[in-house]
């Protein structure tokens, strides 16, 4: 390979493609300049002749091909055995002060047998912000076998944790990435030393891209690690990082003299392979052009190609080229650099003033959980772990409202969806999916012969609901718990304005729903037949059928479930269940599989989708035929992204037992949150709900709140967002299990010193009102 002094017509034909893509200024995070006076003659044939390529020279170099007008860059000198590594040192701090840009920065090439005291005060004095370390200078003789620790040793790590400092790592072995010895040690190291920050070159040393595919699962939750772009020449490489990591964590690196090369690396098999001119046989006549372009354009092309069909914003990509690395070097750069991202409360306050009551879901308003410090929105979200704006990551334990099982971004819902959107989510003729999932239902529910499909759990309850009232030709309904925010429901509400306490809002006002409607809808309680024949007896005639959950948080009693069905059948009623949030989640497929009772209708949502929108209504022949006689119709219920979310669900919760296995961990969580509150008896802690959502509770009277608002402020100091329902995820696995136990002891015991100081209103301050959610079933 040779550094090429000029570009080609080819190169600067390719070059133009890059003209819409590179922003105006951009950071580049892995460039080496070069002097030849440091290395032995011939130490590095592929720069020439060449005179020194200094922090000016990169620019230049690099300005031939890209657009950008302003390049940033961190600097540090290139490895070599024969390299006078202290000249190189002073020569990259002088080049970045003298000729670098105002965010410019250096890198000191440090090796183990470096003095650890001179390395420290070069860093504690700020002419180097990090360290390059290599291989090469571990003191194995087959340094491409080095284990993490050979070359960048527990000391430095310790200097970086001390200075906030950063480790720009060439990982090797030969499965980089997928190599369990390097996990190991960056996980160790990273989790030990936290106030360091890793850039791993190269996309994690992916020139064989299948590293990067299968290997960033196991470092996703390690928040001090990004990756850099530089010399990676296959696309699959970045989409795998895009697609692991998040578009937040991979900066673009140029990895200069490199990129000015002619060549490109190809993975083959479980290796790679550099291809660039040279290795090309002399007597190879090629049918085509054999033009290789410089691997700083093939890199950049790749790049935009992921880009692209990662369907990365240009919010995203301005983040791979500039955002990332200044938030990654933000403690060494002038405050007034980063633009400040707004915190969850600015946005949400923003957020009221452009979106009629903030958002969509009531459960999700800041108000709900701590106006004064709730992160409000995310960047990211994957397994159990979720990212706000800032980049803090919590592990979510409040499971998105109950819609999340497997959990968020799950790779195999995600996987079918994508299929699904690059075949086509909607046309004119239906999606085959839909009859697919149908005879999956159906087979799943043995009483059942029919399903419909909606978008959401409250309009998929409301299409029950109207089946049910065409099919008995009567209107009224006796219902528990929660089903949503249509007018069948909030008609339970008109006229006394209490009837739904205990089941949704109390006191609410049911504002715009027809007061005609008064006196279709009435509640009863669960557990309590009583009042379930007074509903029934209060619809009289006029009863159509009876909506309940088959449980929520305790199981029925004394036959509950069983009971109203009976009744319900023997008033002429459709028996409809809402298992909205008891699918899959209670009983496979739903709570009502547990409790063996057979409905008339049931209704899933939430779950069944993973997070993708879906509702699926189930329900006997001879009712769902009452559909046909009723106008029940809407275009977007043809979509195809929930039911082919819905079957990638079906088919991963059957496979991996995820019920069994949730339930199981509920349990032992549920046993932990009893001796947790015996261990805190202060905090009056009531345990309860189902084993797949423990339920956990201060029981203090109009202290209530004020000590799970603490509770909760203190969980989410320390990396958890919870609730008063534990949702448990597939993805909360045993150790996220135990890292949540042990955080909410330690912060149980600061709750309980504040309310045995008695000073719980002065130090959660005041609460927002608002209304909660208040389920009686
Ligand atoms: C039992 C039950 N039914 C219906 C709904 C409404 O579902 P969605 O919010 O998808 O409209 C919910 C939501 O919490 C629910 O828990």
Same mark, same amino acid.
């Given at each position: ?454 978008? !959401? $759990?409250?309009? /998929? ?5 109207? =089946? +049910?009232?065409? %099919?008995?030709?009567? &209107? ?113 497929? !739903? $709570?009502?599989? /547990? ?5 008339? =209708? +049931?209704?899933? %949502?939430?779950?069944? &989708? ?113 609730? !008063? ?53």
């Amino acid at each position: 390979m040779q550094y090429a002094d000029l570009l080609s017509p080819s190169d600067q034909e390719l070059a133009k493609k890059l003209n819409d893509f590179v922003p105006e200024e951009i950071y580049d995070i892995h460039t080496h300049p070069y002097h030849s006076d440091h290395f032995a003659p011939g130490a590095w044939k592929l720069m020439g002749g060449k005179g020194p390529t200094g922090c000016a020279e990169h620019r230049a170099a690099l300005q031939r091909y890209m657009p950008a007008k302003t390049i940033h860059g961190l600097y540090f000198g290139m490895p070599h055995k024969t390299a006078d590594r202290p000249a190189i040192n002073t020569w990259v701090a002088d080049q970045v002060k003298e000729h670098g840009t105002p965010l410019s920065r250096g890198l000191m090439l440090v090796t183990p047998s470096d003095d650890r005291e001179a390395v420290a005060s070069a860093l504690r004095s700020g002419l180097f912000f990090g360290i390059k370390v290599y291989h090469c200078y571990s003191g194995r003789e087959d340094t491409m076998n080095a284990t993490v620790e050979e070359y960048a040793p527990d000391w430095m790590w310790e200097i970086l944790h001390e200075v906030s400092g950063i480790m720009l790592l060439h990982i090797v072995r030969d499965d980089a990435m997928e190599d369990v010895t390097n996990q190991q040690s960056i996980r160790r190291l990273c989790q030990t030393y936290l106030q360091a920050r890793l850039i791993l070159a190269h996309i994690g040393r992916s020139f064989n891209y299948r590293n990067a595919r299968n290997g960033f699962h196991n470092i996703v939750d390690l928040d001090n690690v990004v990756v850099d772009t530089s010399a990676i020449c296959e696309s699959e490489a970045f989409a795998a990082a895009f697609k692991i990591l998040g578009p937040r964590r991979v900066l673009w690196g140029s990895d200069f003299a490199v990129s000015e090369m002619r060549g490109r690396c190809v993975s083959t098999g479980k290796s790679f392979f550099w291809l660039y001119p040279e290795v090309i046989h002399p007597d190879y006549v090629a049918p085509t052009s054999t033009d290789f372009t410089l691997i700083g354009i093939e890199s950049l092309l790749c790049l935009q190609e992921a880009c692209e069909d990662a369907g990365l914003t240009s919010g995203d990509i301005d983040d791979v080229f500039q955002g990332n690395a200044l938030r990654t070097l933000a403690l060494h750069l002038p405050k007034e650099t980063t633009a400040p991202t707004p915190t969850g409360p600015e946005l949400w306050s923003r957020a009221q003033s452009v979106i009629s009551c903030g958002t969509g879901l009531l459960s999700k308003r800041a108000e709900s959980f701590d106006a004064k410090g709730w992160p409000s929105y995310f960047s990211r979200a994957s397994g159990c772990d979720v990212w706000d704006l800032n980049n803090n990551r919590y592990v979510d334990f409040a499971g998105g409202c109950g819609a999340i099982l497997l959990g968020y971004a799950d790779p195999d819902v995600n996987a079918a969806v994508r299929r699904r959107v690059s075949v086509g989510t909607y046309s004119t003729l239906l999606n085959p999916q839909e009859i697919e999932l149908a005879e999956q239902l159906i087979d799943l529910h043995p009483w059942a012969n029919k399903v419909r499909y909606a978008r !959401g $759990g409250g309009d /998929a309850m409301t299409v029950a609901v109207r =089946i +049910a009232r065409a %099919a008995t030709g009567k &209107s009224g309904i006796a219902f528990c718990g929660y089903h949503g925010w249509h007018d069948w429901y909030l008609a339970a509400n008109l006229g006394g304005g209490d009837a739904l306490d205990g089941h949704l809002l109390p006191g609410l006002e049911p504002q715009g729903v027809p007061r005609e409607l008064k006196g279709t809808s009435v509640p009863f309680h669960y557990n309590n037949l009583e009042s379930l024949d007074a509903a029934i007896a209060q619809l009289g005639d006029n009863f159509a059928a009876i909506v309940m959950e088959p449980m929520r948080s305790q199981l029925p009693q004394d036959d509950f479930v069983a009971k109203a069905a009976e009744r319900c059948r023997a008033a002429g009623g459709v028996f409809v269940v809402d298992e909205v949030t008891s699918g899959l989640r209670y009983g496979f497929p !739903g $709570g009502m599989s /547990a409790l063996g009772i057979d409905p008339d =209708i +049931a209704v899933y %949502a939430k779950a069944m &989708s993973n997070g993708i929108p879906f509702g699926a209504i189930i329900g006997r022949d001879a009712i769902m035929q009452a559909a046909d006689s009723s106008f029940i119709s809407s275009s977007y219920w043809t979509d195809g992204i929930g039911p082919a979310a819905a079957l990638a669900v079906l088919e991963k919760t059957q496979d991996l037992s995820v019920y069994e296995t949730v339930v199981e961990r509920g349990t032992r969580l549920q046993a932990s949150l009893r001796e947790l509150a015996t261990r805190h008896p202060t905090c009056q802690l009531a345990i309860g709900g189902m084993p797949a959502t423990p339920s956990m509770s201060f029981d203090l009277g109009d202290q209530s709140r004020l000590a799970q608002t603490l509770y909760m402020r203190k969980m989410q100091a320390r990396g958890f967002l919870v609730t !008063g329902y534990h949702y448990l995820m597939l993805a909360h696995d045993d150790a996220k299990i135990a890292s949540l136990l042990s955080a909410a002891d330690e912060s149980m015991s600061e709750v309980a010193k504040v309310i045995d100081a008695g000073t719980l209103a002065e130090t959660t301050g005041p609460l927002v009102q608002h209304i909660g959610f208040a389920r009686l079933t």
